[in-house]
T-cell receptor
Framework: GQQLNQSPQSMFIQEGEDVSMNCTSSSIFNTWLWYKQDPGEGPVLLIALYKAGELTSNGRLTAQFGITRKDSFLNISASIPSDVGIYFCAALNNDMRFGAGTRLTVKP | KAGVTQTPRYLIKTRGQQVTLSCSPISGHRSVSWYQQTPGQGLQFLFEYFSETQRNKGNFPGRFSGRQFSNSRSEMNVSTLELGDSALYLC?????????????FGPGTRLTVT
């Protein structure tokens, strides 16, 4: 199936730093989503984006739906230890495709 | 509002057996999708159900099947289990077919095949 290319694969940052991750695809999608998954749990929806160019914030999280509809990025500002987890991008047309995830480690 | 619930949370089976997993969507959600998550392959789409009908199916063998009931609850079945079927099986629900609405995931069922 259609893959989403998510990068980076992992990040090790200091508490208080900002984080940026992105997803790209060779295909156009109608909706981009960002999820966070903690160990042993299902992904939790963080932000949903429905329009090309849309920029949406959820607290310290900001995500954008790329103007070409083929990419999206997620920024986390002023990271804290509880931001640790795996972040997935997802994109929707008829079904949902996922990126491979970005594993975030935050050092206190 | 209660979230998506999945039962059981953990399951251990042996090769050749079959297994049935259950998913109850968020109240009012009528679309249910199933995913397999493994360290090597990541999250892979299995199938989606809406109004008791399978709308989409991922690239999995026929040993993987599912169904949806009139109350939107869904089950998935895996027959003749193989070691490679060990995975976290996630169910997600949405108001309507996933092309337009975000999905909310359950905690998953961790299946181990020995």
């Amino acid at each position: 199936g259609q893959q989403l290319n998510q990068s980076p694969q992992s990040m090790f940052i200091q508490e208080g730093e900002d984080v940026s991750m992105n997803c790209t695809s060779s295909s156009i999608f109608n909706t981009w989503l960002w999820y966070k998954q903690d160990p042993g749990e299902g992904p939790v929806l963080l932000i949903a984006l429905y329009k090309a160019g849309e920029l949406t914030s959820n607290g310290r999280l900001t995500a954008q739906f790329g103007i070409t509809r083929k990419d999206s990025f997620l920024n986390i500002s002023a990271s804290i230890p509880s931001d640790v987890g795996i972040y997935f991008c997802a994109a929707l047309n008829n079904d949902m495709r996922f990126g491979a995830g970005t594993r975030l480690t935050v050092k206190p | 509002k209660a979230g998506v619930t999945q039962t059981p949370r953990y399951l251990i089976k042996t090769r050749g057996q079959q297994v049935t997993l259950s998913c109850s969507p968020i109240s009012g959600h009528r679309s249910v999708s199933w995913y397999q998550q493994t360290p090597g392959q990541g999250l892979q789409f299995l199938f989606e159900y809406f109004s008791e009908t399978q709308r989409n199916k991922g690239n999995f063998p026929g040993r993987f099947s599912g169904r949806q009931f009139s109350n939107s609850r869904s089950e998935m079945n895996v027959s003749t289990l193989e070691l490679g079927d060990s995975a976290l099986y996630l169910c997600a629900s949405s108001l309507n077919p996933s092309s337009n609405y975000e999905q909310y995931f359950g905690p998953g069922t961790r299946l181990t095949v020995t």
